[in-house]
C-alpha cells in the first residue's frame, strides 16, 4: 500500500520467543495503529500511537508492547510468542480525529 | 466496551443486483461510521464514510445512517463480480478522537 509498509510479510516463529513486526510511513501522519485479525474475531486494536512516544493500550493488549522513536516507525513487540498470537497484523495510519485508515499489506505470524 | 454487529453471510447476489449490507452498534454517542471493503488476502481500503443521518451516495455505493436506531446500512447498486468481498463497518466513539471498532464483516458474493 502506497506510503506504509509493513515487514516482513510472513514469519514464523516459536512459541517462548520474541517478536518485533515493523511499520514504516511515508505519509507523516500523527496516527499509527497495530490491529490483528482473526477469524470469527474481525480486527481488533492492540495499541495505537498518537506520536513519537506517545502511545496507548487497545482491547487485546496483552502480551504486546509497542515503540515510536520517530513519526515514521511503529514497533510491535511480542514478548513472548504464544500459539494464540497466531494471526495476521495490521499496521494503519490516520490522521488526528479522522477515521478513513491507511492499511499495510499485512504480516502473516505464525507461532509454533 | 464499543459492539459492532454484521452478518458474516455470505450474502450471495447476481450481477446487475442490488446487495444490502447493515451493520447495528452499541454506543449510542458513536458519531463517525465507516465502510471498508476487504478482498481476500488483502488489506482493508475505505469506501465510504458517513457521519450524519441519511443517505449518502457516491458512485454505485450509497450509505445509509439513522443513529436513532443505532444503524448503519451500505447498498451496492449493480453488483459486480469484483465487488465480492468482505466489508467491514467500522464506527468512532463521542468524545474527542477515539479509535476505530470494527465489526467481524459480512462477506459479499456476485455471481455472474
Known amino acids: 500500500d502506497a506510503g506504509i509498509t509493513q515487514s516482513p510479510r510472513h514469519k514464523v516463529t516459536e512459541t517462548g520467543t520474541p517478536v518485533t513486526l515493523r511499520c514504516h510511513q511515508t505519509?507523516?501522519?500523527?496516527?499509527m495503529y497495530w490491529y490483528r485479525q482473526d477469524p470469527g474475531h474481525g480486527l481488533r486494536l492492540i495499541h495505537y500511537?498518537?506520536?513519537?512516544?506517545?502511545?496507548d493500550k487497545g482491547e487485546v493488549s496483552d502480551g504486546y508492547s509497542v515503540s515510536r522513536s520517530k513519526t515514521e516507525d511503529f514497533l510491535l513487540t511480542l514478548e513472548s510468542a504464544t500459539s494464540s498470537q497466531t494471526s495476521v497484523y495490521f499496521c494503519?495510519?490516520?490522521?488526528?480525529?479522522?477515521?478513513?485508515?491507511?492499511f499495510g499489506s499485512g504480516t502473516r505470524l505464525t507461532v509454533v | 466496551q464499543k459492539e459492532v454487529e454484521q452478518n458474516s453471510g455470505p450474502l450471495s447476489v447476481p450481477e446487475g443486483a442490488i446487495a444490502s449490507l447493515n451493520c447495528t452498534y452499541s454506543?449510542?454517542?458513536?458519531?463517525?461510521f465507516f465502510w471498508y471493503r476487504q478482498y481476500s488476502g488483502k488489506s482493508p481500503e475505505l469506501i465510504m464514510s458517513?457521519?450524519?443521518?441519511g443517505d449518502k451516495e457516491d458512485g454505485r455505493f450509497t450509505a445509509q445512517l439513522n443513529k436513532a436506531s443505532q444503524y448503519v446500512s451500505l447498498l451496492i447498486r449493480d453488483s459486480q463480480p469484483s465487488d465480492s468481498a468482505t466489508y467491514l463497518c467500522?464506527?468512532?466513539?463521542?468524545?474527542?478522537?477515539?479509535?476505530?471498532?470494527f465489526g467481524k464483516g459480512t462477506m459479499l458474493l456476485v455471481s455472474p
Open positions: 454506543d449510542r454517542g458513536s458519531q463517525s
Open positions: 500511537s498518537y506520536g513519537v512516544k506517545d502511545t
Open positions: 458517513i457521519y450524519s443521518n
Open positions: 494503519a495510519i490516520s490522521e488526528p480525529g479522522q477515521g478513513d485508515y491507511t
Open positions: 467500522a464506527v468512532t466513539g463521542k468524545s474527542g478522537y477515539s479509535t476505530l471498532t
Open positions: 505519509e507523516n501522519h500523527r496516527y
